[in-house]
């Protein structure tokens, strides 16, 4: 009566009797369960041995909880299901009698300074747009009339409407466009001014956007002060800056960008007036001005070019692989978002949108692991940012299982998570003295902790998937002890495989 009364009062239950061998590691678990200082939260665990597709240990594990980031693996794992493993995304500048046309593919991966690093050779963005304007100098001598930002593969709604409206001038909360460009982010660095204490600190901006507004409140600070923040109108590409700076190493900052075709197509714009190329009624010698500028600007438009002769003259491309692993290593959330909407447009031929993109992660759930599955997931977006997801750690284990056997792709799909010590673990199991692999993806929102993926022994090969998703935080203390829980029970699993490994039996001699 007393053990009855303990999983009653804790919230605990077990989905199904457990086998012997399991029930040490399901004990450790309500016990780190039941001594986490998390207050009130809710927790949910399931652990499968991928071995036997036995259940090692569960705690609410049929209950829906706020996933936030670990929805990236419902997402990347439906991209994977359904797209071809050599799947590119194509952004191409075309070229038809006077009008320059830019034909996007939704690739987030456009302009992102950490794949332009890896490049070979590799490039900034700054020479990425211009090797696209000395592309257009050459097809177009004379200039062109009119330019056209074609982002008609994804709809036009740039922001889900269950984000929080106070976070989405955050580098995470970044629209989602049929073009993207730099993360649709603007990154400011802020320094102090050269005219001392006090003065406005001077701002350098990447990509290079001279034209963009930006209200300077500002001040030069003593050595060591840091305290520069930047906000965004929400409707338009202008900025203000508040706080102060001192001498010191830069810090940048990034801001999300309004519009993100037009705010590349004005870019492509620029370039091509330094390059010297006439952009509609405007020629520049190189040094453009801000009238220049606007009255260039007045050509660019989005949507249909109404051109269908037009002629390929430059093309940037980004591998699905370098995808996967920006979204489930570095947890990009616009990376997530131009995939699950770049999904619908595969599948239904339709604008790319969260809703046809999210019918599309219920689909593959109800085919891979049941309809039970689907019927109990809520898929809101493809990142996590929204609060509406809801998933179990039944059905995120259980998927995690289904995955990483696929024989096309489950190795693709254990790669692009992030090891301890990178990416989103870059600070996790510091203490934890693992003799195991783990590979998993971590998730946080307000009042929300998650952690999923694999542990693997690697002496015996064997695996267990796991899931841990704790809902209801207080942000300070109790989020601190969520993360601390996640990584104990992680330990618990890794103690578990390895006090199953095979005795070495000495060898008698002759």
Not at 282 to 288: F, Q
Request: proline content about 6%; hydrophobic content about 40%.
């Amino acid at each position: 009566m007393r053990l009855c009364l303990f999983w009653i009062a804790s919230g605990l239950a077990l989905s199904l009797p457990l086998p012997a061998a399991a029930q040490d590691l399901q004990r450790s678990v309500e016990n780190l369960a039941g001594s986490a200082k998390i207050g009130d939260a809710r927790v949910g665990v399931q652990i499968i041995d991928l071995s036997t597709g036995g259940v090692l240990a569960a705690l609410r594990a049929t209950e829906g909880f706020i996933p936030a980031s670990n929805m990236k693996l419902l997402t990347s794992g439906t991209a994977m299901s359904v797209l071809p493993r050599d799947f590119t995304f194509r952004t191409e500048i075309q070229w038809a009698a006077g009008t320059l046309i830019v034909r996007g593919s939704g690739d987030p991966g456009l302009g992102d300074p950490a794949l332009l690093e890896q490049a070979v050779p590799a490039m900034n963005v700054r020479s990425l747009v211009q090797s696209l304007a000395r592309a257009v100098k050459v097809a177009a001598p004379g200039g062109i009339e009119r330019l056209v930002v074609d982002d008609r593969i994804f709809d036009r709604q740039y922001v889900h409407p269950a984000w929080p409206e106070n976070q989405l001038q955050k580098y995470y909360c970044a629209e989602v466009a049929g073009v993207n460009f730099h993360t649709n982010v603007m990154t400011f660095f802020p320094g102090p001014s050269p005219d001392g204490p006090d003065h406005p600190p001077v701002v350098t901006l990447e990509p290079e956007a001279p034209w963009i507004e930006i209200e300077n409140k500002g001040r030069t600070g003593p050595r060591g002060a840091n305290s520069v923040w930047l906000q965004r109108a929400l409707e338009a590409n202008s900025f203000t800056i508040f706080g102060e700076i001192g001498p010191g190493p830069r810090v940048a900052a990034d801001v999300s960008l309004h519009e993100p075709p037009v705010f590349f197509g004005r870019l492509l714009a620029a370039e091509l007036l330094r390059a010297g190329v006439r952009v509609g009624p405007v020629r520049s010698d190189g040094d453009p001005s801000r009238g220049d500028y606007e009255r260039a600007f007045t050509v660019v438009s989005q949507g249909d070019p109404g051109v269908t002769d037009a002629r390929v003259i430059a093309a940037v491309s980004t591998h699905i692989s370098d995808i996967y692993q920006r979204i489930n290593t570095d947890s990009q959330n616009m990376y997530a978002e131009s995939l699950l909407k770049r999904m619908g447009r595969e599948v239904t031929g339709e604008p790319g949108s969260w809703s046809n993109g999210a019918s599309i992660v219920r689909m593959t759930l109800a085919q891979t692991i049941g309809p039970d599955a689907a019927a109990s997931t809520v898929v809101s977006d493809g990142s996590g940012m929204s609060r509406e997801n809801r998933v179990s750690p039944r059905t995120m284990t259980r998927w995690l299982a289904a995955l990483q056997g696929n024989a096309k792709f489950g190795g693709e799909f254990l790669a692009s998570m992030a090891e301890p010590g990178e990416g989103t673990l870059r600070s996790r199991f510091r203490g934890s003295h693992l003799s195991t692999e783990v590979h998993a993806k971590s998730g946080k929102l307000d009042g929300v902790r998650c952690l999923s993926g694999f542990v693997i022994d690697p002496n015996t090969g064997r695996r267990v998937a796991f899931s841990v998703l704790v809902n209801d935080l207080k942000e300070g203390e109790q989020a601190l002890q969520a993360g601390k829980l996640y990584e104990d029970i992680v330990k618990a699993i890794d103690d578990w495989l390895v006090d199953r490994r095979p005795v070495e039996r000495p060898v008698k001699g002759g």
